[in-house]
C-alpha cells in the first residue's frame, strides 16, 4: 500500500494499518487484492511489464500462488484484518466518512480469497497467467474483470 492514503487516513487507522504491514504473514500472503487497488509499484511494475515480456509481474504473481503459507491460513488472516479495520478503535471512521483509502483497504483484505484464486488461474492453452493475458492484451474490457472484486466500476 504506497499510494498516498497517510494523507486521507486518520492516525487510528494509520497506526493498525502499519501494524499489519510489516508483519512476516503479511509478506509471505501478499494481497494481490491490494496490490491492484492501493500500490503504484505494482501498477509500475506492470507497466514496465513489457520490457521484460511480463517476466518481473509472472514472478511476482508465482510468489503470491506459492503453496506456503496456504490459501486458508491467509484467508482466515486477512478475514481477521478486514474485521479489525472496520473496528471503532482502528478505521470505522474513516469508513463512516467514506474515505475511499479507507474503502479499498477493507475491500483488499476483504477480497483477499478470491483475487489469490483468480490470480492463479492459468490458460492451459497457453500455460500464461490469465492475468497476465489481460494486461498484455491492453484491452480496457480485460482489465475491467480484474477490478470488480475491489467495487471499481
Not at 9 to 29: G, K, P
Not at 77 to 95: P, R, S
Not at 110 to 121: C, K, S
Request: include cysteine.
Amino acid at each position: 500500500m504506497d499510494l498516498s492514503i497517510s494523507y486521507s487516513l486518520s492516525n487510528d487507522c494509520l497506526l493498525y494499518i502499519s501494524t499489519f504491514l510489516t508483519t512476516s504473514l503479511f509478506q509471505s500472503c501478499l494481497p494481490l487484492s491490494l496490490l491492484l487497488t492501493t500500490s503504484t509499484s505494482f501498477r509500475d511494475l506492470v507497466k514496465s511489464g513489457p520490457e521484460d515480456d511480463y517476466a518481473s509481474v509472472n514472478e511476482l504473481l508465482a510468489y503470491i500462488n506459492s503453496p506456503k503459507p496456504g490459501i486458508q491460513e491467509c484467508g482466515d488472516y486477512f478475514k481477521g484484518l478486514e474485521i479489525g479495520f472496520a473496528e471503532k478503535k482502528h478505521c470505522a471512521a474513516d469508513l463512516k466518512e467514506r474515505n475511499p483509502s479507507a474503502i479499498e483497504i477493507r475491500n483488499g483484505l476483504g477480497n483477499y480469497e478470491v483475487m489469490r484464486q483468480a490470480g492463479g488461474l492459468v490458460d492451459p492453452d497457453k500455460g500464461h497467467y490469465c492475468y497476465l493475458e489481460a494486461v498484455a492484451a491492453g484491452r480496457p474490457d480485460d482489465m475491467y474483470l480484474w477490478s470488480l472484486p475491489a467495487g471499481i466500476s
